[in-house]
């Protein structure tokens, strides 16, 4: 029977070995591990990708957001407004640094922060909001950065699942006040361990997150301000650059093989990813929806065939016990509880074969014929 992972980065690596293994070697070769001319090199190549001004290479996604907020100056007493659905670091990151959790809702077809839920959470305390580009899927910053500059808030982006997709002409992570990556080996630009980037446009903002970042130094041994220690080390950083220059061809291959999932599901009842006029998502996660019901039946049918698939994410998360302790109902966020019961993720790498889509999309169909499409639709 043909085997599908969810993800196989084996692939990736047997395309790239011969690059890799060089700049691997040369890292260690010039004694380059923390700092130094890689990591250099790496964030001038990924700023010019977003489109920033500055790139700040840190130690991942979850410590970019918590140092891009802490250098914007947030902090006790201010409230963060975080979209109930998305990984629990775009929230974490907002208690590192002292402030306090709010969750808004998502809109249902695209899974991003809805704008009307995100205004009715605003009080005096709000000092920011942290947009997800869930999936890769650019979050509505159009109607964010407005309601943001009408109550002055700061926007960080959360694009840890988005390196490259595009909103109205411009690179996600560019639009915000900081836009925040994580390199974490599975999402679309993985180093071989952890690693994340804040970009931004602005010097002051640059100069304190990589200040924070280093101990708050001024120089080897003069510290203005306790900072912490989180830097993106020099190999992770050379292997990056190798893969930085494939990310584009690997996002097309992405967006190619959603196509193909899309197409093939059109009048099945299975509810396919939203194709949002004016962006260019980079499907991290090709993500469907399907009743509840039908969800469990139809992971056991894939998986019966060899096929692999995740939940991107099984609990909202004010519904998780970490955050219990802001005492909400599933009923606050109906959307955000909804999709966690609801979504579904296929395979997805830039290495897919045409057979192995096939393959998937023939089972698919295959389980949608033998089901009403009022049993599946969600
Ligand atoms: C992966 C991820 C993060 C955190 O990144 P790490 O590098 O794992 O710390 C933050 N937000 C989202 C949406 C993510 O998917």
Request: glycine share 0%; aromatic share 6%; charged share 40%.
């Given at each position: 029977m043909m085997k599908i992972p969810f993800l196989d980065l084996g692939r990736q690596y047997a395309d790239l070995h011969?690059?890799?293994?060089?700049a691997?070697?040369?890292v260690i070769a010039d004694n380059a591990f923390v700092g130094g001319r890689y990591v250099d090199e790496f964030e001038h190549a990924f700023a010019r990708f977003c489109g920033a001004r500055h790139c700040v290479g840190v130690a991942n996604g979850t410590d970019a957001l918590f140092l891009a907020l802490r250098g914007l100056g947030v902090g006790p007493g201010d409230e963060v407004i975080v979209p109930a659905f998305t990984f629990i670091a775009s929230a974490e990151a907002v208690t590192l640094c002292g402030a306090k959790v709010v969750f808004a809702d998502v809109d249902p077809s695209t899974y991003t922060l809805d704008v009307k839920s995100l205004s009715a959470r605003i009080t005096p305390a709000t000092r920011a909001v942290v947009p997800v580009h869930l999936y890769g899927q650019p979050a509505n910053m159009d109607g964010i950065m407005e309601v943001a500059a009408r109550h002055g808030l700061v926007v960080v982006e959360d694009a840890a699942q988005a390196h490259g997709a595009a909103y109205n002409g411009r690179t996600v992570g560019s639009m915000g006040h900081a836009g925040c990556f994580s390199f974490y080996p599975g999402k679309n630009l993985g180093a071989y361990g952890d690693g994340g980037a804040v970009v931004t446009n602005d010097d002051k903002l640059a100069r304190a997150v990589r200040q924070i970042a280093n101990h708050g130094r001024s120089d080897?041994?003069?510290?203005?301000?306790?900072g912490v220690n989180s830097r993106l080390d020099g190999l992770q950083a050379a292997i990056l650059s190798v893969k930085l220059a494939r990310l584009l061809d690997w996002n097309a291959a992405r967006r190619a093989h959603a196509g193909s999932y899309t197409a093939s599901l059109s009048g099945t009842g299975v509810v396919t990813?939203?194709?949002v006029p004016g962006t260019v998502p980079v499907y991290h996660l090709y993500v469907i929806r399907t009743r509840a019901e039908a969800r469990g039946q139809l992971i056991a049918f894939l998986q019966s065939h060899g096929i692999s698939t995740g939940i991107h994410y099984p609990v909202a998360l004010p519904n998780l016990r970490a955050y219990s302790y802001l005492e909400h109902s599933p009923g606050d966020f109906p959307e955000a509880t909804r999709a966690a019961a609801e979504v579904l993720s296929l395979p997805m790498f830039a290495e897919l074969t045409d057979e192995e889509l096939g393959h998937v999309c023939n089972r698919l169909s295959e389980f949608a014929s033998s089901q009403s499409v009022a049993q599946i639709n969600a």
């Open positions: 011969n690059e890799v293994d060089v691997i070697k040369q080897k041994y003069n510290h203005d301000i306790e990813p939203m194709d």
